[in-house]
């Protein structure tokens, strides 16, 4: 294992980290998945065996591939010949966690896209610094709650 392979790890977990929480995370998610498959492809990442699922989908139990990248473990859907030929390991294991690394999301961003060769950058909205914010009148405290109504005199 390289240092380089403990770095791409610890910015695949923080990648992975605010995905969970993100308002649209697919952009980190494509991150996430393009890295794993090229660490893979490489032979930097170990595929390890099989996993159910904590979040069963429409009420159906399901695998997911557990990969090691450096000290870091990650999940991933499997394919057909990962369901035959990996060794399933039953129920996740909660008890362990991935050691948490102190970088930022920007930085692990900036090492994933490096190391992918990427040059594409997710889009921003871009608005002029005169025009209003983005605001709804649906949203308006006063149509919410009759609490926010003027007093009558």
Partial sequence: MTDNTQLIGQALFIVNRHAKT?????????????TMEQLLMERKAEKVGLHFSNNPKHSR??????????????????????????????????NYRNPIPNLSLSKAKKIL?????WTERPAK????????????????????SPFYHKRKK
């Fill in 113 to 117: 896209t490096e190391y992918l060769k």
């Fill in 61 to 94: 139990q399901h695998s997911v591939m557990l990969v090691k990248v450096g000290n870091y473990f990650f999940h991933m859907p499997p394919t057909k010949e990962d369901m035959k030929g990996l060794k399933h390991l039953g129920k996740l294991d909660n």
């Fill in 22 to 34: 993100a308002p649209d995370p697919s952009y980190l998610y494509k991150l996430k998945k393009a």
């Fill in 125 to 144: 909205i871009k608005r002029n610094r005169n025009s209003p914010p983005l605001t709804s009148s649906y949203l308006h405290p006063a149509s919410i």
